[in-house]
């Protein structure tokens, strides 16, 4: 085979492995971005984040709802050996579809709301926060003394 042959097709083998590592990288920042934006709105109690995978406790600690509430609302009883299964899992096994499930826990997690409201947190300043306030405090204070 000749040199010329050879070159280009190591610099077409190249380019190829050039391109399916850019759209590779494409895809990962994007899958990150979705996953930050996911995060985001499950960590403001959005009920829309429920997906099918998620397991009763999850979504009990997730959005600060009694898991007692949850088994309550899809008629299933307190001590359930079913519980630690996924939502899709869960909704096989009681013969439902799995929307008809996770609309019940969204309806569930939206009207324990209503009644009982999260805390609004104030965020308290750490320690080290503190020690940069007092620190700057203290060398405006010298250098207004000067």
Known sequence: MNVRVKIILVSILLGLALSGTVLAAASTVQAF????????????????????????????????????????????????PIRHVTLTTLATRIHQPLVVVIHTVQKTIVSYRHTHPLPRSTPTPSPA??????????????????
């Open 129 to 146: 926060t503190s020690h940069r306030q007092k620190t700057t405090r203290s060398s405006r204070l010298e250098g207004n003394a000067i």
């Open 33 to 80: 971005h979705t996953f930050q934006q996911q995060r985001a709105l499950m960590r403001v109690g959005d009920v829309n984040t429920i997906r099918s995978w998620m397991t009763i406790p999850y979504i009990a600690h997730v959005y600060h709802v009694p898991e007692s509430e949850l088994l309550s609302a899809l008629r299933l009883p307190a001590v359930s």
